[in-house]
């Protein structure tokens, strides 16, 4: 920690006097109340609908006039069809993406990347390596057995997936969709065709349906830069994991993701690791906001107040040198942002370095939620 502090290598974006930093948290917070406070009051508030003690912002409208679908099918219809296996090769040729699946001991180059497009082309659409031999009359079992043992592992398909999203962001055509600076994670269930243990019948978020979740990061230039296999009930952890791991040169500051990708932890995190977390949120009801002290001026806003913020607790339980050391494992992959952040969901709640994060982020979160009444 010392190393770090003498080289001013400090990867927190938060103040390391927790006093300044209530005091500027607080501050803020007010003016926002205020804000929230005379919008909803003299009904300022366009896309925002307030009925009984609940209040809901409005779907987004289209933005995409209905004769442009008509436009988009003549074009595809004007695009020439191409094969999957042809397109691998075609864009192999444009990047060498296949470079980065070597040989596990040699680090070689695979001779034969006919095999190679093959055994990726069978993960990829879930085929398997069985049925891709049956397809292939040139290539057997084997063939693909052995180059899938030994040359196809997760990191490669990491480096690779990196190298591709670098070409497109660096295309000039991507900038007409965004700059790469923001993106947006969600997970996609996929059944399995069984339960491998009784512990598998429970979950929370898919009844009794037994399965995986890929969880997929996805950049303002639609570049997929960052895909985990996780259990299908548990997503937010997982968040950072994408803003930090990717194999790309993308320099993400703003992040969106849904309801089932929340939790307070994360909103601190990501603060503190200099990342904007952006929640969708549809209704408020499930969703409160804590306060420094409950406002004694702005009456329009008790019904989304959830309570207050124990700043008592942050005082007692906060030793910056304990998060400059959580950050710090974090963003150099000492350990993944998604185990720590399990644990300490796991920790009892006198846990200080737990507490310390949930209060943080609720802050946090508070912010944003008014910020994104103010703006709506």
């Known amino acids: 920690m ?6 001013k290598q400090v990867p927190l974006t938060i103040p390391t006097n927790i006093d300044q930093y209530l005091q500027e948290r607080s501050k803020l917070m007010e003016e926002q109340l205020s804000k929230v406070n005379h919008l909803i009051q003299n009904q300022l508030l366009p896309d925002v609908e307030i009925y009984a003690d609940k209040i809901q912002i409005a779907s987004l409208k289209k933005m995409i006039p209905d004769e442009v679908k008509d436009l988009t099918r003549l074009i595809y219809s004007i695009l020439p069809r191409i094969k999957l296996t042809d397109l691998l090769v075609e864009v192999d040729s444009w ?3 296949s470079k980065h699946f070597v040989h596990l001991h040699t680090q070689t180059e695979p001779k034969d990347k006919s095999v190679l497009f093959a055994a990726i082309l069978a993960d990829g659409i879930n085929l398997g390596l069985s049925k891709m031999a049956d397809a292939c ?3 057997s079992y084997t063939q693909l057995a052995w180059i899938s043992d030994w040359y196809i592992r997760d990191e490669n398909y990491s480096k690779s997936l990196g190298a591709i999203t670098d070409f497109q962001h660096k295309y000039p055509f991507s900038s007409h969709w965004g700059d790469g600076s923001t993106s947006s994670s969600d997970g996609q269930f996929f ?6 243990s009784p512990l598998a019948q429970v979950n929370a978020k898919h ?4 399965g995986l979740s890929f969880y997929t990061h996805i950049s303002d230039q639609y570049a997929s830069f960052y895909v985990q296999v996780i259990s299908s009930s548990e997503e937010a952890p997982h968040i950072i994991d994408g803003l930090l791991y990717h194999e790309t040169d993308l320099e993400i500051e703003e992040h969106y993701t849904d309801a089932a990708g929340f939790v307070d932890h994360v909103f601190a995190m990501c603060h503190m690791l200099g990342f904007r977390f952006a929640l969708r949120i549809k209704t408020f009801s499930k969703n409160k906001i804590y306060t420094f002290e409950k406002p004694l001026n702005q009456p329009h806003l008790d019904f989304m107040i959830g309570g207050t913020i124990h700043t008592k607790k942050i005082r007692e339980n906060w030793d910056w040198d304990d998060l400059l050391r959580l950050t710090s494992s974090v963003r150099n992959a000492t350990v993944t942002a998604s185990l720590i952040l399990k644990k300490l969901g796991a920790y009892p709640r006198q846990n200080s370095l737990s507490v310390t994060l949930r209060e943080i982020g609720r802050i946090e979160r508070t912010l944003y939620t008014l910020r994104m ?3 709506s």
């Open 373 to 375: 009444d103010a703006e």
């Open 137 to 139: 009359p040139n290539i």
């Open 207 to 210: 009844g009794r349906d037994s």
């Open 2 to 7: 010392e190393r770090i502090k003498g080289k």
């Open 191 to 196: 059944r399995a065709g069984g339960q491998s």
């Open 95 to 97: 990047i060498h993406f």
